[in-house]
């Protein structure tokens, strides 16, 4: 017996949805479909999926408890769900790096600010347990070496939260902080790990 996998790939974002064509046709995938659709007012059927995999969706958007269920109604009995969203306990650059830090505490702020939660995956389980789930998780950090890219991740984070970021704390602060953020990163030998990738999976009940 051969078993097909088929993937379905959804978002409301035009940008995120061309790009994902894009991939899918350069990549001749021929198992996966790209579709739009609104996690919240999902047209997707009940029951429908053996594995449904949310990536960095609690994070910035919160509302975990309906989230939860939504993955919950989307997934066949016996099927599986895994959720990926980050701790950031671990995401630091060395030597010790004080805007570096105060940014991604600003950072941190500003997702709680919007109603999200940038440590959603260390808390995650806990609330999954409390749900009545099972859950097993895995967890990944990866060290950073000086000139990595991802060392720029605080301010690639920065750029696109900077209405929110400028809220807590001014434009001119701000600008000082991301000054003083960058020569920390740029500084001969700086290293850093990542946040922590926190994967918790559960299978549905029968």
């Known amino acids: 017996m051969v078993l097909t996998a088929v993937s379905l790939r959804c978002d409301v974002d035009e940008k995120m949805l061309g790009a994902a064509k894009s991939f899918v046709q350069t990549e ?18 009940s029951a429908s999926f053996d594995l449904l995999h949310s990536r960095f969706e609690i994070a910035p958007l919160g509302r975990v408890e309906e989230q939860v269920a939504i993955y919950r109604r989307l997934v066949r009995p016996g099927g599986w769900i895994l959720i990926e969203d980050p701790d950031t306990s671990s995401w630091r650059v060395n030597p010790e790096a004080p805007a570096v830090r105060r940014l991604t505490d600003l950072i941190r702020e500003a997702f709680r600010a919007a109603g999200g939660n940038l440590d959603a995956g260390r808390e995650l389980p806990s609330l999954l347990r409390q749900l009545g789930f099972k859950p097993k998780i895995d967890a990944h950090v990866v060290a950073l070496p000086p000139g990595h890219p991802y060392l720029r991740l605080p301010l690639q984070f920065a750029a696109s939260l900077r209405s929110r970021l400028e809220d807590l704390v001014g434009t001119a602060a701000l600008e000082e902080l991301l000054r003083k953020a960058e020569d920390e990163i740029n500084r001969p030998g700086a290293w850093g790990t990542t946040f922590t990738l926190v994967q918790t999976f559960f299978s549905v009940p029968s």
């Open 28 to 45: 001749k995938l021929s198992n996966v479909t790209v579709l739009k659709d609104d996690l919240f007012a999902t047209q997707l059927p």
